[in-house]
């Protein structure tokens, strides 16, 4: 058995302050490393594959995102 292997629950129950991150970018806003970093950016948000990274390092929501947004406002 693997010791680097990540657990994924079945399902993805986002944090406010990953909601809140997913909803930032949707409205366009793009987040740099810096700034990732600075507000504790989940790596949950990249390892579902809820955020990808433009060819300039920047963070910016993905489908997968948005959708999780349109399910945790419904």
Known sequence: MALDAVYHATTFEP???ELSMLKRLEMGELVSMTEALKEHLSVRLLEWGMIGKTVDGK???TDLGRQQ???STS
Request: avoid cysteine; hydrophobic fraction near 45%; aromatic fraction near 12%.
């Open 59 to 61: 963070f910016t929501i």
């Open 69 to 71: 947004i349109r399910r």
């Open 15 to 17: 944090t406010v302050d």
